[in-house]
T-cell receptor, first 113, second 117 residues
Framework: LAKTTQPISMDSYEGQEVNITCSHN???????ITWYQQFPSQGPRFIIQ???TKVTNEVASLFIPADRKSSTLSLPRVSLSDTAVYYC??????????????FGTGTRLLVSP | NAGVTQTPKFQVLKTGQSMTLQCAQD?????MYWYRQDPGMGLRLIYY???????DKGEVPNGYNVSRLNKREFSLRLESAAPSQTSVYFC????????????????FGAGSRLTVL
């Protein structure tokens, strides 16, 4: 399984754009990159997933360079409610459709007024 | 649409007692997982079930057993609880991502907070 490395914590202010980078140097050809968000006392929830280049949804954007050894989660104009822990995962889907998913320590984002 | 339901939400045990955490999903997902999360830490995979009828060890399986009762239900059992098992336990289920390709997308339950005295 590809190991991921993220900053332990980040601080931001409301209205700013936040970029969280994840390093995954040994990512395999079939691996996808997935980001989750976790609020205190809740289970993580899916934010975005991608394989290469750029993916955007209503919540965030995910930038993946050509070598795929890192990825950046971009949160536009954060608000106080974006204060959470963000996890980056990489892994592939086996022939059975199963993926063994291992979480890292995540990045704790604190958004201040 | 309940998603993933875990019971109980809270439990206090004495050292040596046993208990079972229950998990059920109504999304017809093939794969199910049990994670634990200690204070201020990330999630660690205890056991998983790739499909009905199969289970396998994750990163921290010692002290736990699991049963994939059917496609919907995946239980986690502590045979002899220890204080080191004090944690929040999360059950999750998954199916392949968008359009059936890509990585699995996990849906988590609300968690079960276990304290072992």
């Amino acid at each position: 399984l590809a190991k991921t490395t993220q900053p332990i914590s980040m601080d931001s202010y409301e209205g700013q754009e936040v970029n969280i980078t994840c390093s995954h140097n040994n990512i395999a050809t079939n691996d996808y990159i997935t980001w989750y968000q976790q609020f205190p006392s809740q289970g993580p929830r899916f934010i975005i997933q991608g394989y290469k280049t750029k993916v955007t949804n209503e919540v965030a954007s995910l930038f993946i360079p050509a070598d795929r050894k890192s990825s950046t989660l971009s949160l536009p104009r954060v608000s106080l409610s974006d204060t959470a822990v963000y996890y980056c995962l990489v892994g592939d889907v086996m022939n059975t459709g199963f993926q063994k998913l291992v979480f890292g320590t995540g990045t704790r984002l604190l958004v201040s007024p | 649409n309940a998603g993933v339901t875990q019971t109980p939400k809270f439990q206090v045990l004495k050292t040596g007692q046993s208990m079972t955490l229950q998990c059920a999903q109504d999304m017809n997902h093939n794969s199910m997982y049990w994670y634990r999360q200690d204070p201020g830490m990330g999630l660690r995979l205890i056991y998983y079930s790739a499909s009905e009828g199969t289970t396998d060890k994750g990163e921290v399986p010692n002290g736990y057993n699991v049963s994939r009762l059917n496609k919907r239900e995946f239980s986690l059992r502590l045979e002899s609880a220890a204080p080191s098992q004090t944690s929040v336990y999360f059950c999750a289920s998954s199916d392949p991502g968008q359009g059936g390709s890509g990585a699995n997308v996990l849906t988590f339950g609300a968690g079960s907070r276990l304290t072992v005295l």
